[in-house]
């Protein structure tokens, strides 16, 4: 099984801003969608922005304006720039790569923690 291998989490105080990453390898494929979803405990996985391969991009509402997602083709690989980041957005940030319908494959989530 091939997963997705993220990087770039860790604290940051309020306010800051902080820099995902997440690489596919090539072994897996063509992929039409990327994505990053994060997860705090106890509460539900959610949505936080996804691209795609054309450049196409959707953002929660609670990070729009302050996040950005973007993506490299020729790398297989996916970013999330995070900036004016709040307590609130502390959680474990999953990316996500996916072909539907045939198949979607996660990173091993890394954490973001956001200080007051």
């Known amino acids: 099984q091939v997963q997705l291998v993220e990087s770039g989490g860790g604290l940051v105080q309020a306010g800051g801003s902080l820099r995902l990453s997440c690489a596919a390898p090539?072994?897996?494929?063509?992929?039409?969608?990327m994505g990053w979803y994060r997860q705090a405990p106890g509460k539900q996985r959610e949505l936080v922005a996804v691209i795609t391969k054309s450049g196409s991009t959707n953002y929660s509402d609670s990070v729009k304006g302050r996040f950005t997602i973007s993506r490299d083709n020729a790398k297989n690989t996916v970013y999330l720039e995070m900036n004016s980041l709040k307590p609130e957005d502390t959680a474990v940030y999953y990316c996500?790569?996916?072909?539907?319908?045939?198949?979607?494959?996660w990173g091993q989530g890394n954490q973001v923690t956001v200080s007051t």
């Open positions: 996500n790569a996916e072909r539907t319908p045939y198949w979607t494959r």
């Open positions: 090539r072994s897996i494929g063509s992929i039409n969608a």
